[in-house]
């Protein structure tokens, strides 16, 4: 069996919210229509529906009436992002996110620079951090929205959320935040971060694939233009029927991740350690080592490794039954080096060279250390 450290592309869904998900599909089941008002079928599925919306909210600090479903990160940032830009094109015509945001953000940004917005792309900071006087020094008085995600997917570097808030909220600009990495690794608050719309996914916490959520703001009020219509659901925020067994997923993955947040805080950074201890005198070092960061993520990158070229060293790494990302599972299918890394200001040779490693609630300190001893390997061949 190979190795799984690549917990931060995706997660296994745990048994306990798999299980649960069964019980909604079935004809001995709640399989009924959540729409479906007029009976027992429909209602019961509706409970089941509200109880996981109520887990959600619990974990991020917001009121369930704010919380609207999605089909994952990808949709409620296109949501967000599209939905704020179109109400308010009047008010303005000018973003502002970072270089170093998820694709689904800077494409959707890139979409909306074709309809005719301006976007302001931030650089990170010298430890790879985006931080509120970044965001000041570009906003405009045309400035509609500024969006910037909680945890970074490739380094797990947390941005100054909380600064980056106050200042939004003081001049009344639409904050968003892509927290697909933050959930259940970091105590979220919304309320606390002044936060207007943030979005969540439940496949990155032992959730099913294919389903989400967004935060809407109720007070101060946040307004969105739909993107899917048809049918009102999600009070016309996001039509379609609502798929009872991937929210009850959800809702259960979320349920979890609050009740063993320190839990796995503690589980990951040991491994994390672990590893590191193992690997550190390598010619290695740490990306985003000066920054704060999840205890999940480790992105490391080697130096003098001879003639590794992009991709060379995760693939002897599989080879070996390590499965790893470089960069973000998104662009390592093309071998570009992680743009990400690039504007943290690493060249493209360094970028190249760089792995991550992300740990989970499944991960065991004998993979860890049959890990160390399969990257030692590697190294070292590839060294000769
Ligand atoms: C995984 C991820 C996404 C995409 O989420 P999906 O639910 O897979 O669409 C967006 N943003 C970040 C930061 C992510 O890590």
Redesign the pocket.
Known sequence: MAIYLDY???TPVDTRVAEKMIAYLTTDGVFGNPASSSHQFGRDASRAIEEARDNVARLIGANPKEIIWT?????S?NLAIKGCALFNQKKGKHIITSKT??K??LDTCAFLAREGFEISYIDPDKNGVITADAVRSLLRDNTILVSV?Y???ETGIINEIDKIGQLTRERGIVFHV?A??ATGKLPINVQRSNIDIM?L????IYGP?GI?ALFICRKPRVRLQAQIHGGGHERGFRSGTLPTHQIVGMGEAYRIAKEELEKGTIHTQQLSQRLWDGIKLLPVSINGANAPRVENVLNVRFDNVGSVETGMLVQALEEQGLAVSAG?ACISASFEPSYVLTAMGFDREQAANSIRFSFGRMTTTQEVDEAIRIISDAVHQLQK
């Open positions: 931060a592309a995706t089909s994952g990160a990808t949709e940032n945001e998820h689904a953000v995600m945890v970074n997917n892509d697909a990495q979005s996914t439940a496949h990155k694939k989400g973000s």
